[in-house]
């Protein structure tokens, strides 16, 4: 099983930065694309950044030159770092990662329990 922990939500004013870390544990044989998500009230979750297991990033075009999603593979870890924080960026930030488990023959998507991000003045 593979479980995915967040951290580093909460409240900036408009114009600030944030970094969101998410770190995978339990029994991992192999993380391929990890990548962050969010959702706000009566909308759909969305797509903010990815990183395959090559490196590639991929970005929401509206976040691009933002945003910047960067891992560490020797830590099980993704970071997300927001800058020029918008109120519209406001919302639940979830971590995804498609892990294989020590033993299982698929690579599986998980999900962390979400953080939150607000930007108020």
């Known amino acids: 099983q593979v479980e995915l922990v967040e951290s580093g939500g909460g409240l900036v004013q408009p114009g600030g930065s944030l970094r969101l870390s998410c770190a995978a544990s339990?029994?991992?044989?192999?993380?391929?694309?990890m990548g962050w998500y969010r959702r706000t009230p009566g909308k759909q979750r969305e797509l903010v950044a990815i990183i395959t297991g090559g490196g590639n990033r991929i970005y929401a075009d509206s976040l691009k030159g933002r945003f910047t999603i960067s891992r560490d593979n020797a830590k099980n870890t993704v970071n997300l770092q927001m800058n020029s924080l918008k109120p519209e960026d406001t919302a639940v930030y979830y971590c995804n990662v498609a892990a294989k488990a020590t033993g299982a023959s698929v690579f599986h998507d998980y999900w962390g329990q979400g953080t939150q991000v607000t930007v108020s003045s």
């Open positions: 339990g029994s991992i044989f192999s993380i391929n694309r």
